[in-house]
């Protein structure tokens, strides 16, 4: 009866050239995780809100590497500006799952599915995938004016006189 080494221990050569293989394929496999951890740290995701106020990068790990604003966030009332701050970052991070997914595919090919998988799956749940955004609400409408009076032109004279009434009479005062 022989162990699972018995073939390998014949041939001291053999045996060295197999252990040499399989240390070159662990060197191999952790310079494409290398490659891929470098890859993955240049990610950058990008989202906008709708009318171009709110502007925030992500990084694949979803800090916000940055925020802009154009002149139209100063018109938001601080409360809606926090919304859309926190609704266009959720934008950036949910893409972060696919983008690494990518980079992954490129770097490992089909390489360790499960170990993906899991390190997918953890991203997906800390950074899902967002619905389309709403528009920022519109701020409330200036109140309007009553409406105006028919003007009676330069034409016009004075407004026509009332016929009295004598009762009327007694209860007005001018």
């Not at 950036?92 to 490129?106: F, K, L, P, S, W």
């Given at each position: 009866m022989t162990n699972g080494l018995g073939e390998f221990m014949r041939d001291p050569d053999e045996a060295?050239?197999?252990?040499?293989?399989?240390?070159?394929?662990?060197a191999d496999k952790a310079e494409r995780y290398r490659a891929a951890q470098e890859?993955?740290?240049?990610?950058?995701?990008?989202?906008?809100?709708s009318d171009g106020?709110?502007?925030?990068?992500?990084?694949?790990?979803?800090?916000?590497?940055?925020?802009?604003f154009t002149h139209k966030a100063k018109s938001y009332a601080l409360e809606e500006l926090s919304r859309q701050i926190l609704t266009t970052m959720r934008r950036?991070?949910?893409?972060?799952?696919?983008?690494?997914?990518?980079?992954?595919?490129?770097q490992l090919g089909d390489e360790d599915q499960q170990t993906r998988a899991l390190m997918l799956d953890n991203l997906r749940s800390r950074f899902?995938?967002?619905?389309?955004?709403?528009?920022?609400?519109?701020?409330?409408?200036?109140?309007?004016?009553?409406?105006a009076l028919p003007s009676a032109g330069p034409a016009a004279g004075p407004p026509p006189r009332r016929t009295t009434d004598p009762?009327?009479?007694?209860n007005n005062p001018w």
């Open positions: 060295q050239r197999k252990m040499d293989e399989w240390a070159q394929g662990f890859r993955t740290e240049q990610i950058r995701l990008t989202a906008v809100n106020a709110v502007r925030v990068t992500v990084g694949a790990d979803g800090a916000v590497r940055d925020l802009q950036a991070q949910g893409d972060i799952a696919n983008r690494v997914a990518e980079v992954m595919t490129e899902p995938e967002q619905e389309p955004e709403i528009p920022p609400s519109a701020p409330p409408a200036p109140p309007s004016a009553p409406p009762i009327e009479d007694d």
